[in-house]
């Protein structure tokens, strides 16, 4: 019997639960976070100032994902938090790897959105802009998937 053999043996008599501990122990863990690309009218993409982001602190609305929540639930409640906009979001646009144990899914919110009326403790600002006119203090990935985004529609 080759070892592959003698592990599905092995796991056909072993518990779930200990199955998946096994898993859990053996595989990297990371992070997954979700951004969205939210476009007005003019189809300038709205952009928030984070409070705790330091090198990078223009970018795209979004954060961690919550145990069972899909990128486009989790994007829907962080700007309803941020901003107490509520929206609604297609599909993916993309996926960045922030590091090696970080990955971001962006996704495209649909229809436009308004400028917010009211931004909660973890921003201190909100705009639209254009998307070649972005500001330098962003993270490259966003950069990127807005441009590729304008891209596509236009």
């Not at 518990?15 to 990371?30: C, D, E, G, K, S």
């Not at 939210?38 to 993409?45: D, K």
């Amino acid at each position: 019997m080759n070892v592959r053999g003698l592990i599905a043996a092995l796991c056909r008599w072993l518990p779930a639960w200990l199955i998946r501990a096994l898993l859990r122990t053996a595989n990297p863990h990371f992070i997954v976070s979700a951004a969205g690309i939210f476009r007005n009218a003019q189809g300038e993409v709205l952009l928030l100032r984070h409070v705790f982001r330091d090198r990078y602190p223009w970018g795209l609305p979004g954060g961690f994902l919550k145990a069972g929540e899909t990128p486009e639930q989790g994007v829907v409640r962080e700007l309803r938090e941020e901003t107490g906009l509520d929206v609604a979001v297609g599909g993916v646009a993309g996926v960045n790897l922030i590091s090696p144990r970080h990955m971001e899914v962006i996704v495209l919110g649909t229809g436009s959105v308004q400028m917010p009326s009211s931004l909660n403790f973890e921003i201190f600002e909100a705009r639209f802009f254009a998307p070649d006119q972005l500001p330098e203090d962003m993270p490259p990935g966003h950069r990127r998937r807005i441009r590729e985004s304008a891209q596509r529609t236009s």
